[in-house]
C-alpha cells in the first residue's frame, strides 16, 4: 500500500478536496444550527488522511505541493472551526435555526453610528462627551474593557482643534465594525 500511495495521489487529491469542501458545508450547517452534532469525526478521519499524505515520500513535487496547500487550507479552517466551537461552549455566540448570532458580527446600525458634527472650538468637547458614552455603552455590552475618560478626551481635542481650524466643520462617529472601538472622523458638509 505505501508503495501504491504515491501512484494513486492523482486520483486521490480531488477527492480529499471534495470532502473538505463537504466538510465545511457540514460545520456551517452546525454553526447555523441545522444539526445538532459537529462534524468531528469526519473532521478527524480527513485529518488523518491529509497529513499522512504530507509526511510520505516519493511523490512528484507539484503533488506533494498541492497536498500541502490542502493541509495548510485545512489547517486554517480546523483553527477557525475550533475558535467557533469554543465560543460557542462559552455562550460568546448562539445557534439558531439558519443563523449564528455573534457580538463580533453586529451591524453597525446596532452601534449609536450618527455622526457628530462640531462647527467650533466650544463643541468640541459636548461632542466628545456624547462620543465617550456611545463608546462606554457599546463597550460595556461587548464585555470590552473602557478607556479612562479623561485619558480619552485629552487624547482627541487637540486633534479635533487642529482637523476643525483646517476643514471649518467635522463629524465623527464610533465604529465597532472592527471588533474594537474606533472613531472615524471626516470634514465636514
Avoid: C
Avoid at 472650538?121 to 475618560?149: A, C, H, P
Amino acid at each position: 500500500m505505501a508503495e501504491e500511495l504515491p501512484k494513486q495521489l492523482p486520483k486521490l487529491l480531488p477527492i480529499l478536496e471534495q470532502k473538505f469542501e463537504e466538510l465545511k458545508k457540514r460545520w456551517e450547517r452546525f454553526f447555523m444550527g441545522l444539526e445538532k452534532r459537529p462534524p468531528l469525526k469526519e473532521r478527524d478521519n480527513l485529518k488523518r488522511l491529509i497529513f499522512s499524505i504530507v509526511d510520505k515520500k516519493g511523490y512528484q513535487y507539484h503533488l506533494l505541493y498541492k497536498a500541502k496547500q490542502l493541509a495548510i487550507k485545512f489547517n486554517t479552517y480546523n483553527n477557525m472551526w475550533e475558535r467557533m466551537l469554543r465560543d460557542l461552549e462559552e455562550g460568546k455566540i448562539q445557534r439558531e435555526k439558519g443563523v449564528i448570532q455573534s457580538p463580533y458580527q453586529r451591524t453597525r446600525k446596532e452601534v449609536s453610528s450618527d455622526w457628530i458634527s462640531i462647527k467650533d472650538r466650544e463643541r468640541i468637547e459636548d461632542g466628545l462627551e456624547q462620543l465617550y458614552e456611545r463608546m462606554k455603552k457599546e463597550s460595556e455590552t461587548r464585555g470590552i474593557k473602557v478607556m479612562n475618560k479623561e485619558k480619552f478626551l485629552g487624547s482627541l481635542k487637540k486633534q479635533l482643534e487642529k482637523k476643525l481650524e483646517t476643514s471649518g466643520e467635522i463629524k465623527m462617529r464610533l465604529d465597532f465594525s472592527s471588533g474594537k472601538p474606533t472613531i472615524k472622523i471626516k470634514k465636514g458638509k
